[in-house]
Nanobody, 113 residues
């Protein structure tokens, strides 16, 4: 069984930066990909960034050139720069492998104008 523990959320002013971390632990045979999602109040959860086991990355258009997803062993990071109020949301870590799909508990990111 895999568990994900997130950290790094908080309150920042527009233009500031945050770095989110997500550590995977437990019985892990393989992780095919890890990703960050976000969900604002009243809105559907959206995929923000994903990184494969080979290090290939993709981003939603609204965060390209501002966010960077990276991986070290079983930990995934999301570096968020030039933050905007519209980035405010609960950010969730997600990991997928063969036959499993696990979510973190979520961490709040609030960007003030």
């Amino acid at each position: 069984q895999v568990q994900l523990v997130e950290s790094g959320g908080g309150l920042v002013q527009a233009g500031g930066s945050l770095r989110l971390s997500c550590a995977a632990s437990g019985t892990i045979f393989s992780i095919n990909a890890m990703a960050w999602y976000r969900q604002a109040p009243g809105k559907q959860r959206e995929l923000v960034a994903v990184i494969s086991s080979y290090g290939m990355t993709n981003y939603v258009d609204s965060v390209k050139e501002r966010y960077t997803i990276s991986r070290d062993k079983n930990t995934v990071y999301l570096q968020m720069n030039s933050l905007k109020p519209e980035d405010t949301a609960v950010y969730y870590c997600n990991a997928v492998g063969r036959g499993w799909n696990v979510w973190g508990q979520g961490t709040q990111v609030t960007v003030s104008s």
